[in-house]
T-cell receptor, first 114, second 113 residues
Framework: DAGITQSPRYKITETGRQVTLMCHQT?????MFWYRQDLGHGLRLIYY???????DKGEVPDGYVVSRSKTENFPLTLESATRSQTSVYFC?????????????FGEGSRLTVL | AQSVTQPDIHITVSEGASLELRCNYS??????LFWYVQSPGQGLQLLLK??????LVQGIKGFEAEFKRSQSSFNLRKPSVHWSDAAEYFC???????????FGRGTSLIVHP
């Protein structure tokens, strides 16, 4: 039972470069989420998706793009990375529509932008 | 709108001592409540959850939490802390019909030998 896998786990890039963080889940959960975690800010929601081809902005969407062509994949793209996007990024999924809010998390992707 | 407050940013306890991490929520109806644990370098793992029924819920790793509607609280407890419990703990609240939970800022647990 692989659950949610994120790749890469660690990434160093330079300002202005495009970076894509991958998220893959094996449960066929409807909802998927991207969070960033920073000291002093806790978890902040970037984008979420209710189903394939349905995405919506969270609390901090600026500078990020998502897509969801297949239920199991939810990549997050930083089109032009900035130092302020240095963070740990978590992908999560929720098994049910209109559900309880229980989430399953990936291991995280640590991104450093130089 | 729902909200979650974890009033303690850091908690330090000695190994073997009891632990209580506080969580207060704001939500009009009966909430769904969660505690997650995040070990260093890891993702968040569900410790326990409350949906309905018995207000004292048992979770993994010897943790329990009690839902107190009158106090809008869902405090996490453990009778005897182990060094391996050192981690970040997050309380979260969800609601029926909302698939986006609201997280607290987290409490960092430090365990002294």
């Amino acid at each position: 039972d692989a659950g949610i896998t994120q790749s890469p786990r660690y990434k160093i890039t330079e300002t202005g470069r495009q970076v894509t963080l991958m998220c893959h889940q094996t449960w066929s959960h409807s909802y998927m989420f991207w969070y960033r975690q920073d000291l002093g800010h806790g978890l902040r929601l970037i984008y979420y998706s209710a189903a394939a081809d349905i995405t919506d902005k969270g609390e901090v969407p600026d500078g990020y793009v998502v897509s969801r062509s297949k239920t199991e994949n939810f990549p997050l793209t930083l089109e032009s990375a900035t130092r302020s996007q240095t963070s740990v990024y978590f992908c999560a999924s929720n098994p049910s529509a209109g559900g309880t809010g229980e989430l399953f998390f990936g291991e995280g992707s640590r991104l450093t932008v130089l | 709108a729902q909200s979650v407050t974890q009033p303690d940013i850091h908690i330090t306890v000695s190994e073997g001592a009891s632990l209580e991490l506080r969580c207060n929520y704001s939500y009009g109806a009966t909430p769904y409540l969660f505690w997650y644990v995040q070990s260093p370098g890891q993702g968040l793992q569900l410790l326990l959850k409350y949906f309905s029924g018995d207000t004292l819920v048992q979770g993994i790793k010897g943790f329990e939490a009690e839902f107190k509607r009158s106090q809008s609280s869902f405090n996490l407890r453990k009778p005897s802390v182990h060094w391996s419990d050192a981690a970040e703990y997050f309380c979260a609240v969800g609601s029926g019909g909302s698939y986006i939970p609201t997280f607290g800022r987290g409490t960092s647990l430090i365990v002294h030998p």
